[in-house]
């Protein structure tokens, strides 16, 4: 249970609490448990003031506060730091009300009037009859967790998550409302919609509804429709070297390593699944390691992959998933300059080679593997977005997915005089079971043994909703040894989370930064590349690393004496 926002979280500061555990969160990141909001904040403004060494990035939850490290090593040493800090710093929560008019006409609001008594009016009136503090962000940018007076409206999350949730949203799940600010995927019951813009880059404040702020729900028959925003009239650039998108084949995304250190803003890292192939395919060209490439998909039902032109004489390469790719080009047959049609050749993976102007290249669906990566020496010139170039599918930050027509300017990203040699690549996911190393989750304790066996024991299949945000995955369920709902808490890419039906979710780089179902396992940071390259239809099986399944069940990898004590 979350306490309320006010005096409970004053004596939580008074008292000088500190990190009650540690677990570890993969091989690069821990979770410091503490007893509650207060102490959460109070974590977050420490680490944020007085970073610790090895430390990335800082993302506080209910009561939780998940620290990213620079390396396994970091992690190990900042685990051991954080049981000696006094929680002392002071928090700063008001940050003033913020009104969001809704329409109570949500999916489950008779639902959630079963779950509390309340009816379908006592829900409604229960909503707007209190003032709701921000506790902090998560899930998605502008998604605030907003903790309420009372706990009249406590309600678990959804057995199943919904794979799409409308934008504006506004839902309840454990003691927490939200309002979901663009269509994503959510386990939260809607109870109504809003048309109030909760994220927007265009503001000083991105976040309407930020952490500290207090939030006043009001009943509307109908919710304003405010105009979009135009876009002044400005005359693009001509772009006179770079590429012309001719068809974006199934997906293609503008990516690079990712944008790291906002996730305290709800945002989270994005950037290329499959990072090496990305890497190889900037080296080829001569681009430093996180130039901006792009990132495609196909598949063979699907007619036609990623194809471009040239605009100018270009050096291009293609790594990741192996596929033809095969270049088109019109020549004369004679002095007298008739064209004599079009003339194709094909060119290697992973090999840089000249696309001269007006040549065309498509990248055909791939033999194994599910991504290709195409890199433009010198990068693909976007304007960066919280000082990345990536695509977010979850948040929607960066550019738009491309577009038939769409020009890409090459950039200034080369940093070397001369091109690469051919490299190899590695063996790529195909038609058979894809084994990848895990090692236990933050929460392997809420299984037993036998689910820990049955998660590594079966054959899973990845289905066709998964996406860059995750993997869902389809065998026998896995069942839990504990019961209720799991406070929100941070989590990281490579994160196996299983919620109420049991059917394991595979987070990937466009996850969502907290999430409220058990964590069993983690998938180990260097086998996230081939994770990313098991296409839809294709099989995992999970493998724990040697001598850490005895782990899974044992107490917190770190606890203070005090815990010891009482064990």
């Not at 265009?202 to 509804?209: C, F, K, S, T, Y």
């Not at 590429?243 to 996730?263: A, E, N, T, W």
């Not at 550019?399 to 040699?421: N, R, T, Y």
Request: proline share 7%; aromatic share 4%.
């Amino acid at each position: 249970m979350i306490e309320t926002v006010g005096e409970t979280l004053a004596e939580q500061q008074a008292a000088g609490s500190k990190v009650r555990s540690v677990r570890a969160v993969g091989t690069r990141a821990v979770l410091a448990e503490l007893a509650g909001t207060g102490d959460v904040l109070a974590l977050q403004a420490l680490l944020l003031e007085q970073p610790l060494p090895g430390q990335l990035d800082v993302l506080a939850a209910a009561q939780t506060v998940l620290v990213t490290a620079d390396s396994p090593v970091s992690a190990r040493r900042i685990a051991a730091l954080l049981l000696q800090l006094d929680l002392t710093a002071p928090v700063d929560r008001d940050g003033g009300l913020v009104v969001i008019d809704t329409v109570y006409d949500g999916e489950d609001l008779a639902e959630v009037g079963e779950l509390t008594g309340l009816g379908t009016e006592g829900v409604i009136a229960a909503h707007t009859g209190q003032v709701w503090t921000v506790a902090f962000a998560g899930f998605a940018p502008g998604f605030g967790y907003m903790v309420g007076e009372n706990q009249a409206l406590e309600v678990p999350r959804r057995s199943s998550p919904r794979t799409a949730v409308p934008a504006g949203s506004v839902a309840l799940a454990g003691n927490y409302s939200a309002v979901y600010p663009r269509r994503s995927p959510g386990g939260w019951q809607l109870i109504g919609r809003t048309g109030a813009k909760m994220w927007d880059l265009d503001r000083e404040q991105p976040a309407l509804a930020a952490p500290g702020q207090q939030v006043q729900f009001r009943a509307v028959r109908a919710t304003v429709t405010l105009a979009a925003k135009q876009p002044a009239h400005t005359t693009a650039p001509e772009v006179t070297s770079g590429l012309k998108i001719v068809s974006p084949g199934l997906q293609s995304l503008i990516q690079d390593l990712g944008r790291f250190g906002h996730s305290g803003l709800g945002v989270s890292a994005a950037g290329a699944l499959d990072r090496a192939s990305l890497r190889r395919a900037n080296r080829l060209v001569g681009n430093a390691p996180g130039a901006a490439g792009i990132e495609t998909v196909a598949v063979e039902t699907v007619a036609g992959g990623l194809t471009v032109q040239a605009v100018g004489d270009q050096v291009l390469a293609v790594t990741g998933a192996p596929a033809e790719l095969t270049i088109e080009t019109r020549f004369c047959a004679d002095p007298s300059g008739d064209d004599s049609g079009p003339a194709w050749r094909t060119v290697p993976m992973a090999t840089p080679f000249a696309l001269l102007d007006g040549e065309t290249l498509a990248i055909g669906a791939p033999h194994s593997g599910f991504r290709s990566y195409l890199a433009v020496r010198g990068g693909v010139d976007t304007p960066p977005v919280l000082g990345s170039r990536s695509t977010d599918t979850m948040s929607g930050i960066g550019p738009a997915p491309l577009a038939a027509g769409q020009h890409l300017a090459a950039g200034g990203d080369a940093e070397s005089g001369v091109v690469g040699h051919p490299e190899l690549q590695p063996d790529f996911p195909g038609a058979g079971v894809t084994v990848l190393d895990v090692v236990p989750g933050p929460r392997a304790d809420w299984f037993d043994a036998d689910a820990l066996t049955s998660f590594c024991s079966q054959d899973w299949d990845v289905k066709p909703q998964s996406n860059r945000v995750g993997m869902r995955l389809q065998g026998t369920p896995l069942q839990r040894t504990r019961q209720g709902e799991l406070a929100s808490e941070g989590t990281v890419a490579g994160a196996v989370q299983v919620p109420p039906e049991g059917l394991p979710v595979l987070f990937l780089a466009d996850h969502p930064i907290t999430g409220g179902y058990p964590v069993i396992a983690v998938v180990v940071d260097s086998q996230l590349d081939r994770a990313a390259q098991v296409p839809i239809g294709g099989k995992i099986r999970f493998r724990w690393v040697p001598d850490e399944i005895t782990a899974a069940t044992a107490a917190p990898e770190h606890t203070t004496p005090e815990q010891e004590a009482s064990n």
